[in-house]
C-alpha cells in the first residue's frame, strides 16, 4: 500500500515537472520570437540607413541608379513587403543582402 502510494507521488511529481518545463518553453519561444521580430526591425532600419548613406555620398553609383530604376518600374516604394522585380514578394531583408557588399554576419 505504501509502495502504491510513493508512486503514485513520483508520477504526480514528474507530471507537474513535465508541465512547468513545458510552460517555460513555450514561454521562452514566445520571447525569443519577439526578439527576433525586434532585432529585424533593428536591421532593417540599419539596413535602410546605410543605403542612405550610400546613395549620399555617391548617388550615381549603378546600384543606385538601378534601385531607383525598379522602384520606378514598379510604382512601389522599399517599405515592409515589396515585390521583387515586380513579381513575387520578398522582404527587403533579402533584397538589401543582395544588393550590399558581402560578407554580411548572419542575423541572430
Given at each position: 500500500?505504501?509502495?502504491?502510494a510513493?508512486?503514485?507521488?513520483?508520477?504526480?511529481?514528474?507530471?507537474?515537472?513535465?508541465?512547468?518545463?513545458?510552460?517555460?518553453?513555450k514561454?521562452?519561444?514566445?520571447?525569443?520570437?519577439?526578439?527576433?521580430?525586434?532585432?529585424?526591425?533593428?536591421?532593417?532600419?540599419l539596413?535602410?540607413?546605410?543605403?542612405?548613406?550610400?546613395?549620399?555620398?555617391?548617388?550615381?553609383?549603378?546600384?543606385?541608379?538601378?534601385?531607383?530604376?525598379?522602384?520606378?518600374?514598379?510604382?512601389?516604394?522599399?517599405?515592409?513587403?515589396?515585390?521583387?522585380?515586380?513579381?513575387?514578394?520578398?522582404?527587403?531583408?533579402?533584397?538589401?543582402?543582395?544588393?550590399l557588399?558581402?560578407?554580411?554576419?548572419?542575423?541572430?
Amino acid at each position: 500500500m505504501v509502495h502504491t502510494a510513493r508512486m503514485r507521488v513520483r508520477d504526480d511529481l514528474a507530471e507537474m515537472l513535465c508541465k512547468r518545463v513545458a510552460s517555460n518553453v513555450k514561454k521562452a519561444k514566445t520571447e525569443l520570437e519577439e526578439i527576433r521580430h525586434r532585432q529585424r526591425a533593428v536591421n532593417e532600419h540599419l539596413i535602410g540607413t546605410y543605403r542612405g548613406v550610400l546613395e549620399h555620398l555617391d548617388p550615381t553609383t549603378p546600384d543606385t541608379a538601378a534601385i531607383s530604376t525598379r522602384e520606378r518600374q514598379c510604382g512601389k516604394p522599399n517599405t515592409g513587403q515589396t515585390e521583387g522585380r515586380c513579381g513575387g514578394v520578398l522582404d527587403n531583408e533579402t533584397e538589401e543582402r543582395a544588393r550590399l557588399p558581402q560578407p554580411l554576419s548572419p542575423p541572430l
